[in-house]
């Protein structure tokens, strides 16, 4: 089982920046598609972005793309958000998800992910 542990939530202004982190770890990192959703109050989890295990060809929900960036590091077995312009709508519980997937396909419905972590609160204030 992949256990794995998010950090970098908080309170920001709108317009302002933070960066999410998601180790991971009991699981091989190297063959996980890895993605980010959010929920927030009201409303139902939604996806955020997405990368890949191989050639790390990420995806974005359209609310995001432009001002969010995913990435990971391998090596620390590691996915990041950078979430920059942040507005009040970004305000939600940020999971990140892992699923082991084949080489060139990628999903953006939650159902398919396997592995969640806990979850961190970003809150960002007009």
């Known amino acids: 089982q992949v256990q794995l542990v998010e950090s970098g939530g908080g309170l920001v202004q709108a317009g302002g920046s933070l960066r999410l982190s998601c180790a991971a770890s009991?699981?091989?990192?190297?063959?996980?598609?890895m993605a980010w959703f959010r929920h927030a109050p009201g409303k139902e989890r939604e996806f955020v972005a997405t990368?890949?295990?191989?050639?790390?060809?990420?995806d974005y929900a359209d609310s995001v793309k432009g001002r969010f960036t995913i990435s990971r590091d391998n090596a620390k077995n590691t996915v990041y958000l950078q979430m920059d312009s942040l507005k009040p709508e970004d305000t939600a519980v940020y999971y990140c998800?892992?699923?082991?997937?084949?080489?060139?396909?990628?999903?953006?419905?939650?159902?398919?992910?396997?592995?969640w972590g806990q979850g961190t609160q970003v809150t960002v204030s007009s």
């Open positions: 998800a892992a699923r082991y997937s084949g080489a060139y396909s990628y999903t953006t419905d939650e159902k398919q992910y396997t592995d």
């Open positions: 009991g699981g091989t990192f190297t063959r996980m598609n």
């Open positions: 990368i890949t295990w191989n050639f790390g060809v990420a």
